[in-house]
Nanobody, 123 residues
Framework: QVPLVESGGGLVQPGGSLRLSCTAS????????VGWYRQAPGKQRELVAS???????RYAESVKGRFTISRDNAENTVYLDMNNMKPEDTAVYYC?????????????????WGQGTQVTVSS
């Protein structure tokens, strides 16, 4: 059983939109901080957006106003809605779930990563 399964990547034109989804299993999703990271060729992996269990959000400056992270705890799913996309958004996008303090291993591992999904913005 894969803890995090992503979907929704693909090819989109500049100015277009995509929605990424990441469905979790095997741990108590609702207490985790969830996030999306991306890694472009030749670059380090960077945080795109994150959301805590009490829905505090954080965004990279480069995506503020264009991307929105959300979660559905009933469905154990986190989403990333990407609008007005730019070629520089091209990357492999990874879903992440991090267990916050003071929770212990009963709730799941400290950190999970998805397998990654390719997003390409090109005309």
């Amino acid at each position: 059983q894969v803890p995090l399964v992503e979907s929704g990547g693909g090819l989109v034109q500049p100015g277009g939109s995509l929605r990424l989804s990441c469905t979790a299993s095997g741990f108590i999703f609702k207490i985790y901080t969830v996030g999306w990271y991306r890694q472009a060729p030749g670059k380090q992996r960077e945080l795109v957006a994150s959301m805590t269990a009490d829905v505090n959000t954080r965004y990279a400056e480069s995506v503020k106003g264009r991307f929105t992270i959300s979660r559905d705890n009933a469905e154990n799913t986190v989403y990333l809605d990407m609008n007005n996309m730019k070629p520089e958004d091209t990357a492999v996008y990874y879903c992440n779930a991090e267990r916050p303090q003071p929770y212990n291993d009963y709730f799941g591992q400290r950190n999970y990563w998805g397998q990654g999904t390719q997003v390409t913005v090109s005309s």
